[in-house]
């Protein structure tokens, strides 16, 4: 599994809102790539942009910008973010 968490600070929420961009934790070995797949696969949407990066703690953030039709709104939904 290399999508371990969505992201919930405050920060990230305004992320989906106006950015249509959801932040997941991700396993430290997955690359852009393996991101971009499991998110089209897993929530059947496309995929723009994928940036990642070592917090502080150790832990790999993935931000996910969604492309035009796609909405990061409809994910926080199905994980009840929103």
Known sequence: ???LAPIKTEK???QIEY???IVFKVDVRATKQNVKDEIEKTFGVKVADVRTYISPK???HAL???AEG???E???TKL???
Do not use: V
Request: no cysteine; glycine share 4%; aromatic share 4%.
């Open 80 to 82: 009840k973010l929103a």
């Open 74 to 76: 409809d994910i926080a």
């Open 58 to 60: 150790g832990e790999k």
């Open 1 to 3: 599994m290399i999508l």
């Open 64 to 66: 996910i910008k969604l």
């Open 12 to 14: 990230f929420i305004q």
């Open 70 to 72: 796609s909405k990061a």
């Open 19 to 21: 950015a249509n961009t």
